[in-house]
């Protein structure tokens, strides 16, 4: 216990969150994780459940189910209340892998079904170095197996922040008028209020992030 | 008369400060320690699941290890000695707690000893049903770690708080004492984490 505390608090980082697809091993080329992105934004749009796969090198001796469970705390995956997350981890050099999933996701995917399903899939596609089409199959059972558990999260939550931005935009818009009529200069006022809009805009980062769900260690490891 | 209204209105003040910075202590305390207790129950029924999970394997090993019921027999005792204690976590002495452990450990270990003799069975490592069991096993025994250490996280948020000044002039006072860990497990082995 307190041995595993401590490799949890010197052991290996946890790299960033940059897409649902952080391939820090870059096995796979810009086509593939652009087509692995679109698959799990999809399921996402249409299930609120949020996937996420990490591949790294290695583990660097750290255990593949404390880095699993330190990755899903850092990056929350899967909505707060649902805590409907997945983490596919992969060690390349260590031919080992996690799934770890979300209490929300526990039901559906028992460490059992998970076992069923990695058993198959991983040691087939991953012996022969296949990264893309193994990735590609197992999501495509999980998204498959976990269907429609969950119901996406639109509507009521997208429309209050469309009003809150609108309202915003309006009040912003307002401000540079008043500011262009007072100093005499209302073109030049508005010209600057879209400049300025346009590059805050692009500062801007519409990225993924987890949603503040969390896991307790369930899941399923192995190696290929 | 005005220095009595005065003398009256630093006393009203001082009283609103203590009686909102006392209430403000005393809710926290509340609060970290209901999260401690909540985080107890998960520890509890990940615990519970290890106890479901494990008749099943034993009838599945049975049909197969004809030869290892010692092995067998220690694991179902060591499941019905622990579910035999039970502790309220809030009021557990350091002995409760040990107690409680060991008992644990003891599960992990004859457990430990059974996935050892298994290795001898190649068709029993072969078997659907066992390898599932052994699956959920090794998941179980992840998500003890994980709820254990999360209790642990809860009891030292609470016990800094309670020991820290001046919470901890009012800790004693309001009922609040510092709470067990977790310790690292004394004595028996932990099952080991299967690769397969």
Known sequence: MLIMICQIAW?????????????????????????????????????????AVLIIPSLEGEDKVDYGVKVFKKWKLGDKKKNNGLLFLLAINDRKFRIEVGYGLEGILPDG????????????????????????????????????????NKGKIFGIRYLY???????????????GFATGEPFLALWLAFRILIIIASQGKAGFSGGGGSSGGGGSSGRW | MKK????????????????????????????????ANAQWSQVESQYQRRYDLIPNLVATVKGYATHEQGTLTAVIEARAKATSITI???KATAQQMQQFQQAQGEISSTLSKLMVVVEQYPDLKANKNFLELQAQIEGTENRIATERQRFN????????YIKKFPNNIFAGMF?????EYFKSEVGAEKAPKVQF
């Open chain 1, 11 to 51: 052991g290996l980082d946890v790299p960033k969150l940059k897409g649902r697809i952080n391939d820090y091993a870059n096995v796979l080329n810009a086509n593939q994780i652009a087509k692995l992105e679109n698959k799990l934004a999809l399921f996402e749009d249409s299930t609120s459940n949020q996937i």
């Open chain 1, 165 to 179: 931005v609108g309202i915003g935009l309006i009040l912003y818009f307002l401000l540079f008028t008043i500011i």
């Open chain 2, 153 to 160: 996280e809860a009891v030292q948020a609470y016990n800094a």
């Open chain 2, 88 to 90: 309220d976590p809030s």
């Open chain 1, 113 to 152: 079904k998970l076992f069923q399903i990695t058993d198959t899939l991983i040691p087939h596609f991953f012996s022969q170095k296949k990264y893309y089409e193994g990735i590609d199959s197992t999501l495509n059972v999980l998204t498959t197996t976990i269907g429609n558990e969950y119901s996406a």
């Open chain 2, 175 to 179: 009922g609040f004492s510092a709470r």
């Open chain 2, 4 to 35: 009595t209204w005065i003398v009256l209105i630093v006393i009203g003040v001082v009283v609103l400060f203590l009686y909102f910075g006392i209430k403000g202590m005393y809710n926290s305390m509340v609060i970290q320690n209901e999260s």
